[in-house]
């Protein structure tokens, strides 16, 4: 006998617990955050008032008025910040891979583009993700970091290295990913050179020239 599938109700949707229209790395897009971490977002205030309703595009206005990264704050750093809260937000509604490389090459709200470096790490395939993140190394601006009770300073290139290299950023877990080298030992990447190497060649380049006109 057939049996039918029980309709999801609001509070499992609202929470990200329905089935997914697609999977990212085999588990439903939300489920990247870990589950203890997506339990204290969605039980916190800022996404219950201001992220529960957002949809693909008025998710944008909360984006740009973003003012820190960071993972959790307060004394025992179990409040979730504004940005993870919109992460999550994001990984629940999935947009368009389009949507997402439109907000990472955004240079004018630094913030939305640091979400959008975080949300591609988390759901790209890993060479994409080198070939995504990797040219913003020349991103040289600074980041509010929101933690504990207060702030730090990070730059925008140590956080894009950071999302490459670690296993965990903010205090929450990545998807593992092969390292560059790996994937250019496998012949899936080329290998880079460093864009401080390109100056450096440059500047030779240009003592080399002076030296053969003073001559």
Not at 42 to 69: E, H, K, M, N, P
Not at 87 to 102: G, M, S, T, V
Not at 158 to 169: A, E
Request: charged share 30%; proline share 5%.
């Amino acid at each position: 006998m057939a049996t039918e599938k029980r309709p999801i109700e609001p509070f499992f949707r609202a929470r990200g617990q329905e089935d997914a229209d697609a999977l990212v790395h085999g588990k439903n897009p939300a489920f990247l955050i870990e589950k203890i971490v997506r339990e204290r977002i969605l039980d916190s205030l800022y996404y219950r008032d201001q992220c529960f309703g957002l949809d693909a595009a008025t998710i944008l206005d909360r984006a740009v008025a973003l003012d820190c990264v960071g993972g959790s704050h307060g004394a025992s750093r179990n409040k979730p910040t504004e940005f993870v809260c919109l992460a999550l937000k994001f990984l629940q509604l999935f947009p368009a891979r389009e949507i997402l490389l439109a907000y990472l090459q955004d240079e004018t709200f630094k913030y939305l583009r640091a979400l959008a470096a975080f949300v591609i790490r988390l759901t790209f395939p890993e060479k994409e993700v080198y070939l995504t993140l990797e040219p913003l190394m020349t991103d040289y601006r600074k980041l509010r970091v929101r933690a504990g009770e207060g702030y730090t300073l990070e730059y925008m290139d140590t956080y894009i290295d950071m999302l490459l290299t670690q296993p965990r950023v903010f205090e929450m877990a990545l998807p593992p990913m092969l390292t560059r080298q790996q994937l250019e030992d496998m012949d899936e990447l080329e290998s880079r050179e460093s864009p401080l190497q390109a100056e450096l060649d440059a500047d030779d380049q240009e003592t080399d020239s002076h030296g053969t006109d003073d001559d």
